[in-house]
């Protein structure tokens, strides 16, 4: 099983800037992927970017450019650099591990950690 616990949502105002933190515990090997999802209120809950333990990265048209994904092997960590915040980016934000790659395999889940940017 695998344990993740995620760090760093809060409250900012539009243009601003927050750094998410997530740490993975358990039985993990060979090829994963670490990702950030999101929820917002009344929405689905929709991927922001993920990157996998080669280091390939995938990001939403809508933080590409804004957001950076990375990640820590060493540590099973994964941060997500936002900036320039927009209300619509106001979710909460869950970390996310695959054990497969960005086709598929078996999903592990945080609590989520809540961003809110006002206008």
């Known amino acids: 099983q695998v344990q993740l616990a995620e760090s760093g949502g809060g409250l900012v105002q539009a243009g601003g800037s927050l750094r998410l933190s997530c740490a993975a515990s358990g039985s993990i090997f060979g090829a994963n992927i670490m990702a950030w999802y999101r929820q917002a209120p009344g929405k689905q809950r929709e991927l922001v970017a993920g990157?996998?333990?080669?280091?390939?990265?995938r990001y939403s048209d809508s933080v590409k450019g804004r957001f950076t994904i990375s990640r820590d092997n060493a540590k099973t960590s994964v941060y997500l650099q936002m900036n320039s915040l927009k209300p619509e980016d106001t979710a909460v934000y869950y970390c996310?591990?695959?054990?497969?790659?960005?086709?598929?395999?078996?999903?592990?889940w945080g609590k989520g950690t809540l961003v809110t940017v006002s206008s």
């Open positions: 996310n591990l695959r054990q497969g790659n960005f086709v598929g395999g078996i999903d592990y």
């Open positions: 990157v996998s333990s080669g280091g390939d990265t």
